[in-house]
Nanobody
Framework: QVQLVESGGGSVQAGGSLRLSCLASGRGLSSWHMAWFRQLPGKGREFVAVVRGTVGATTYADSAKGRFTISRDNAKNTVYLQMNSLKPEDTAVYYC?????????????WGQGTQVTVSS
């Protein structure tokens, strides 16, 4: 059973920074694709960034490019999302998600989410 637990959310003023962490429990997670999604108030969940297993290649949503950095520490089973130059429109619940590097492209495992609030 894989569990994902996010932390690091909070309130920050525009232009500030936060670092989200996602601690994953389970075996063989270094090969997994790990991603961050977010759900803005009143909207559906949207993709933010992904770091692929083994190779470590990353992909970002346009809204995150140049401001957010996703990384992973396989020794700690942790994925991070460093968010800089935050804007009020980044206010959302941020979710960590993981999936196997083969088979379905759907993310099988999700964390409970962590709230990020950016004030102007």
């Amino acid at each position: 059973q894989v569990q994902l637990v996010e932390s690091g959310g909070g309130s920050v003023q525009a232009g500030g920074s936060l670092r989200l962490s996602c601690l994953a429990s389970g075996r063989g997670l270094s090969s997994w694709h790990m991603a961050w999604f977010r759900q803005l108030p009143g909207k559906g969940r949207e993709f933010v960034a992904v770091v692929r297993g083994t190779v470590g290649a990353t992909t970002y949503a346009d809204s995150a490019k140049g401001r957010f950095t996703i990384s992973r520490d396989n020794a700690k089973n942790t994925v991070y999302l460093q968010m800089n130059s935050l804007k009020p429109e980044d206010t959302a619940v941020y979710y960590c998600a993981g999936r196997l590097p083969f088979g379905s492209s759907e993310y099988q495992y999700w964390g409970q989410g962590t709230q990020v609030t950016v004030s102007s």
